[in-house]
C-alpha cells in the first residue's frame, strides 16, 4: 500500500457504468517526513473517507477486492485512514480526532 | 486511476484479433496544476470519449473489466470523461460544456 | 499500452517449457516525439510483428490474453502494429509500407 | 520481490473490514548496499516479522497468495525475513540472531 | 520480461510456507549496453539458473505462470537464460558455453 493525502475531489458524469456511484478522490502521495510529493493516483473511496485525511491505498487487482469496489474497472482504492504512524518510536503522525470532512 | 488528456489516436490493421473494434488513444498524464506531462499511454475507449477530453484511465488488470475491453490484451483504459477536479475547495478544472469531438 | 520499437531479439534455449515457440523480441520505449528511449522490455510476439517496426505492447496479466500467450510466464506482449499516430490533427508517423522484416 | 527493512508501524482503525487483524508495517526499500532508499511502502506481515528486520515483500496480486492476505486488499505483503545475502561470494547482509523485536 | 544478471542469493529461513523449496537471486538490471543497472529485484528461479547468467525474469501475475511458483506469493521469476541478443544485426551479448554455475 501506499500512503497518501486525500486533497480533492474528481466529478465525472460520463463513466463506464461499472463505476457508478463510486467517489473518486484525489490523493497526493506523502513522503516518510509527511510531506506531499507531486505523484498522486484518483482513488475510489471504500470508506467513507474525507478531505485531508492521511490515508492508504491499495492498488492494481487488489483494489478490487473491497465490496465496493469489487469487479470494477478500479485500480486504486482508500483502504484504511491511518490514525498513527510510528517509526523509530516516535509517533510520525497522529490523526487530530477531529479531522476529516465526509 | 490516472488522470489524463486524450492528445491523439492510433490506428492499427494489423493487431491481436481480440482487439479488433477497440479505438485506441494517446493519452498523456497531467499534473496536478493540469499541464501535460512528458509520460504517455495508449489506452483503448470505454466510453466514447473525445480528443482533448481530460479523463481517467485505469490500469492492469482492471483495465479489462469494462463491458468493451473484457478479457482483450488492454492494459490501460479510459473509464471516466473528468467534468471537474476540486482541489483545496477550488475547482482545479471545470470541462467547457462543449468540449471534445467524438 | 506502451508505443515501442522492435529494435533486437533474444535467443534462449533453456527457459521454462511453457514459454516454448515464443519470438521474444527487445522493444525500446518511444517517446511521444518518437526518439528512442533509453528503457526497454523484452515482449513475446503475438502477431508476427518484425525488426524495426514500431507497435504497441500490453504488460501485465492483459499480456497473457492472446492466444499465443494465454497460461505463460509472459508479461509483456506485443499486440499492435503501428500504421499511424495522429497527433493535433498531423501524421505524427505512419508507418512505411515495405517498412519490417519478418 | 523487493528488499526492505521495516522501520516502523501503521495504526488504523476505520479500515476495509477485510484487512482486520493484520499488523501493517512501513518498510523501506534497500539498496544493494543495504542503505535505506527514500522509497517505502505499507506491507502487511505474513510471517511475525519484527521491527528493523531486512525482508523481502511482495507486490501486486503475488501479495495476496499468502494465508493471511487471500482474497484482501492488500497490494504488498512481507513473505520472508532475510538472514544473509551473498554477492560476488562474499556476505553483504548476515542477520544478527538476537535481531527483531515483534 | 526484463533483462538481468544473477548477482547474489538470498538465504531466509523464516518465511511463507508456501515459498518452501525456491531459490531466491539477485537480480540486477541490465542496460541495452549490458551494464548492470543499479535497480534489481529478488526472483525466484524457475529453471536452475547460474549466478552470473544474463536471464530474462517476469513480473506480476506473470511470475506465477511457471510450474514452480504456481500459486505463490512470488513476484518475479527468473523464467530464460539468454544466449544471445541481436541489436540491429550484430551480436549484442553472446553467452560463454561454460558460463553458469548452479
Redesign the interface.
Known sequence: ???GRI?????????????EGLK?Y?V?DL??DMTEK?T????AD??G?GLHEVI?Y??????????V?D???????V??????????GKA?YTKNPTQGEG
Request: without cysteine; aromatic residues 2%.
Open positions: 500500500m501506499k500512503l486533497v480533492g475531489t474528481v466529478v465525472s458524469t460520463r463513466k463506464d457504468e461499472k463505476i473518486l484525489l497526493r513522503g516518510l507531486d498522486f493516483v484518483v482513488a471504500a470508506l473517507a492508504l491499495a492498488q492494481g487487482s487488489s483494489a478490487r477486492q473491497t465490496r469496489t469487479a470494477r474497472p478500479i485500480d486504486a482504492v483502504m484504511a485512514i491511518v490514525d498513527e504512524l510510528e517509526v523509530g510520525l
